[in-house]
Nanobody, 122 residues
Framework: QVQLEETGGGLVQVGGSLRLTCAVS???????????VGWLRQLAGKQRELVTA???????IEGNPAKGRFTISRDNAKNVVYLQMSRLRPDDTAVYSC?????????????WGQGTLVTVSS
């Protein structure tokens, strides 16, 4: 059974940086390598939105929140996905979840983690 666990959330000041980590278990390195992985976030009272993702073919998909400030990366040998966030703003405060698409590798998410809260204080 695929499981995703996010770590690295917390309180950060405006303009600061934070790196989130998502550890994926329950699948082989080969399956992970061919999977799409991504980060989504949910602000209070709003729908979940895509932050950024990498397809199984290595294509980068950037949602509006990520452009110019957030970077996704993956370590296929460790089944880990990272989100490096910089120049954080108060409106980045949200629960950030990682997701994986093991079936198509294109971003049709079939599993999400519980999420980690990021709070940006002014």
């Amino acid at each position: 059974q695929v499981q995703l666990e996010e770590t690295g959330g917390g309180l950060v000041q405006v303009g600061g940086s934070l790196r989130l980590t998502c550890a994926v278990s329950g699948i082989s390195e080969t399956v992970f390598r061919g999977s799409a992985v991504g980060w989504l976030r949910q602000l209070a009272g709003k729908q979940r939105e895509l932050v950024t993702a990498l397809t199984g073919d290595g294509l980068l998909i950037e949602g509006n929140p990520a452009k110019g400030r957030f970077t996704i990366s993956r370590d296929n040998a460790k089944n880990v996905v990272y989100l490096q966030m910089s120049r954080l703003r108060p409106d980045d405060t949200a629960v950030y979840s990682c997701a994986i698409d093991t079936r198509t590798g294109t971003g049709r998410w079939d599993k999400w983690g519980q999420g980690t809260l990021v709070t940006v204080s002014s």
